[in-house]
């Protein structure tokens, strides 16, 4: 059985997909996927073992150039290869027109959530089938019975597995213990825990004995780790990585601190220790997920954050 996913974007919203897909595989085991996604997330998908073809898109930057005759171009060759396998079954695990319209150019019986379950209803114009889940469930439960119930298998919602080959990530495998990540970088300025709060929990995790390691995406995401580096030589800001790079970074580190961002969701997928800093969201919907995960708000103070963080670390790996 071949089955096509559509969830094209952003990164949270890629790996909270990944359980769903490692569920399918534990219980189709002739079940394979191919998924679409945004080029600059390909590597994610890829990572896993039952997904054997990724498709790119560029609807992002698509949108930036719409009348250019390279778009054109683009978008022939993406729907060509788009139809080139006919799928038993095309999953829209999105719910957004763009990803309906995906769904509908491909081969395939096309699969959804129902309009008074989804984000964007008009989607729903392009499904074949629908299905209603709890709007009140966690994103990635929501995914994972959309998928259980579109292949028709059972998954245990108190197992959770996102399935990553992390020898794909990183061939090394090697752990510094006294390595953290810092993802202090977001796209939503509300989302953003003040400067001076990161400076002064950078230094508390140096004072007891940690290097702290600083990414960045961004031209102004590397001004503000500078400024949070500045005068401690225990943090370092990263050079600018790929995708692929910060992944590796994280699976070496012995637990991460983030605000809400996608990152801080693919820290959870390599289970890895991560505290998420929670401003206007809820997590209870879209935080990150599974085992040694703490959630807090993002008006804490840097020594509440950091007692907490290092209970994090105490506990012990999930079997």
Known sequence: ????????????????????????????????????????????????????????VAIRRWRRNLWRTAFKREVRAFKKTLQTERYDLVIDAQGLIKSGIISWMSRGLTIGLSNHTIREPLATLFYNKRYSVPWEDHAVDRIRQLFSRALKHDYDRDEINYGLDTSLVDAESSVNNKQLVFLHATTWPTKHWPETYWRHLAHIAAENGFSVLLPWGSELERQRAQRIAAGNDRITVLEQLPLKGVA????????????????????????????????????????????????????????????????????????
């Open 248 to 319: 590796r970074m994280i699976y070496r580190s012995a637990g991460v601190i983030a605000v809400d961002t996608g990152l801080g969701h693919l820290a959870a997928a390599l289970s890895k220790p991560t505290l998420s800093l929670y401003g206007p969201t809820n997590p209870g919907l879209c935080g990150t997920f599974g085992h040694q995960q703490i959630h807090m708000k993002a008006s804490h103070q840097p020594e509440t954050v950091w007692a907490q963080f290092e209970k994090l670390l105490r506990m012990p790996e999930p079997p």
């Open 1 to 56: 059985m071949r089955v096509l996913i559509v969830k094209v974007s952003s990164l949270g919203d890629i790996i909270h997909t990944l359980p769903a897909v490692t569920d399918a595989h534990r219980a189709h085991r002739g079940l394979s996927f191919d998924w679409v996604v945004e080029e600059n997330f390909v590597d994610v998908p890829s990572w896993h073992p039952a997904v054997d073809r990724v498709i790119p």
